[in-house]
């Protein structure tokens, strides 16, 4: 379902939001308007893309692959590319409204599971300029960061233009937080005429009502019999402190378990198994994730697991000596099962990783080198280079993250011996990618790994293509269709040499790095 069919019953999709600005308050000169040709934002420490980085790329492409793109993404580096390319300020191409190609930007966003990010490209737009595609995914934005006040800017237009029941509600919500109890109930009563009383979605509006300046509602939220999550059910939960029963997450997408890690109006205890899929998934930083940590270990009431692993996070990263700290991670990288859940583990420490001094004596250094590059911490990886074994995980690892220079086969050739199959493959696919081996090199290599990167299809030219003509954007939104796989072992090595090579190409060296590192070190 997309956001051009936003039912409150079944639909299932994504949303975020921002504080609500009452811009009826304000008026702005034209000059001072934001323009609608270059639409985007600037996030703190991130290099943006560059405008023109979808190039010239017809925008009937752009959105088709953007719809048709099947997300969250496999990779956690790709996904993070793509998120920065698709929230950068970008030029609007030829023949599409800034506000919808603003609103196919976001849409993607939030299927990725970045409420955040898609907040923050639809709050740049003025309301003014609000089409009804981008009505559309603002209310899916309000949703999936549960702050429904958000589109009370838009409520009124957008209930006029789109006949859905959401808007109605909506209506009666802002009503309600505006401290306008009776219009409230007026407008809650006529958008749930016909509707039985104990309908989920209409008791969730009420609730959330109920919050609003004397407002005179109470209601009780009870799940049995609710069969399915829903991005109304998600967002109106969270708004209205609401705790989702877990059962209901598996009959939705891993990007509402995203929107739920986003959330400060979720309690930390509860974020937490949410917060590692997400940041194994490239949606939450190290730092966001150790920050929710320390948070969980000051709060009381927090399950046991919950908080050794607390406690295990601060000696990692504040305990006595080397030994002490390994030791501390090596317990956090052991406690879980799954192999989404281990990487997220290396992403939790990974900068802990990066304050261990190098030295052959600490335990555990392809690990600990896996965790600093899961994270990007490459330059203290790399002091790792004199200690690790040749033909060792790690030194696969730091192969792939120098920057350059040559690979010499016999030394690609001694890892292969060793490891799995498939991690040979990834490495292989990898070097070959970053053009660290050379041609003939690659080519026997792909031949004893049984990889063909030489195989041509509608993709491989595209993102080739697009890499060449130096379109980043283009690059990172191909990226993320290869990737298009909930499962690291349906990432075909193949699918990782185009990618790793076409951002060579492009100019994005660091991400074409740290993807190949994700491959190796997720493969099994």
């Not at 939001?17 to 934001?34: E, N, T, W």
């Not at 209930?159 to 409230?184: F, M, T, V, Y």
């Not at 290599?445 to 379109?471: H, L, M, P, S, Y």
Request: hydrophobic fraction near 50%; glycine fraction near 8%; proline fraction near 6%.
């Amino acid at each position: 379902m997309g956001p051009d069919a936003f039912d409150v019953e079944e639909s299932n999709v994504s949303a975020a939001a921002v504080p609500a600005i009452d811009l009826s308050q304000y008026d702005l000169p034209k000059g001072v308007r934001r323009p609608l040709n270059r639409v985007g934002i600037l996030a703190a420490g991130n290099a943006p893309f560059p405008a023109d980085a979808f190039g010239d790329v017809k925008g009937g492409t752009l959105v088709t692959l953007m719809r048709r793109l099947d997300a969250p993404v496999a990779s956690r580096w790709v996904s993070i590319a793509l998120r920065r390319a698709l929230m950068s300020p970008i030029d609007t191409p030829n023949g599409l409204d800034g506000a919808d190609f603003a609103a196919e930007r976001a849409w993607l966003l939030l299927r990725m599971g970045e409420a955040t990010a898609a907040r923050g490209l639809v709050s740049y737009v003025d309301v003014d300029d609000y089409t009804n595609a981008l009505d559309l995914v603002a209310m899916q934005v309000a949703l999936a960061t549960g702050d429904p006040a958000s589109v009370c800017p838009i409520v009124d237009d957008a209930a006029a233009n789109i006949p859905d029941r959401g808007w109605a509600l909506a209506q009666a919500i802002c009503a309600g937080l505006a401290g306008k109890p009776s219009e409230a109930d007026q407008r809650l009563d006529a958008a749930r005429r016909g509707k039985p009383q104990n309908n989920i979605d209409s008791l969730l509006a009420t609730k959330v009502v109920g919050m609003g300046a004397d407002s005179r509602r109470a209601v009780t939220i009870d799940w049995i019999g609710v069969p399915v999550l829903s991005a109304w059910r998600f967002g109106m939960a969270t708004a209205a402190g609401v705790d989702v029963p877990d059962n209901l997450f598996a009959t939705v997408g891993p990007e509402f378990r995203y929107w739920q890690a986003l959330s400060p109006l979720v309690a930390p205890a509860v974020r937490a198994p949410a917060a590692e899929l997400a940041a194994a998934a490239g949606v939450l930083s190290n730092a966001a994730l150790v920050d929710l940590y320390a948070e969980i270990e000051q709060t009381s009431d927090v399950p046991d697991p919950l908080q050794k692993t607390a406690r295990d996070l601060r000696t990692a990263y504040t305990g006595g000596s080397p030994g002490e700290r390994v030791q501390a991670m090596r317990s956090l990288w052991d406690a879980v099962e799954t192999s989404r859940l281990r990487y997220a583990r290396l992403v939790l420490t990974a900068k802990a990783a990066a304050w261990i001094p190098a030295n052959k004596d600490v335990a555990d250094p392809d690990r600990l080198i896996a965790s600093m590059l899961s994270a990007g911490y490459d330059s203290a990886a790399l002091q790792w280079r004199g200690v690790v074994s040749p033909g060792s995980e790690g030194w696969a690892l730091l192969a792939l993250a120098e920057p350059a220079g040559p690979i010499g086969y016999s030394d690609f050739e001694r890892y292969a011996g060793a490891a799995s199959p498939r991690k040979a493959a990834m490495l292989l696919a990898g070097l070959a990618g970053l053009g660290r081996l050379s041609p003939t090199d690659a080519q026997r290599g792909a031949e004893a790994t049984k990889v063909a990167i030489d195989g041509v299809n509608a993709w491989t030219q595209a993102i080739d293509r697009a890499g060449a003509r130096n379109q980043p954007g283009m690059v990172a939104l191909l990226a993320g269709v290869g990737m298009q796989s909930p499962r690291w072992d349906q990432v075909t090595p193949e699918a990782l040499y185009h990618i790793v090579s076409a951002m060579r190409a492009a100019g994005m060296g660091n991400y074409a790095r740290m993807i190949a590192v994700e491959a190796v070190t997720r493969a099994a």
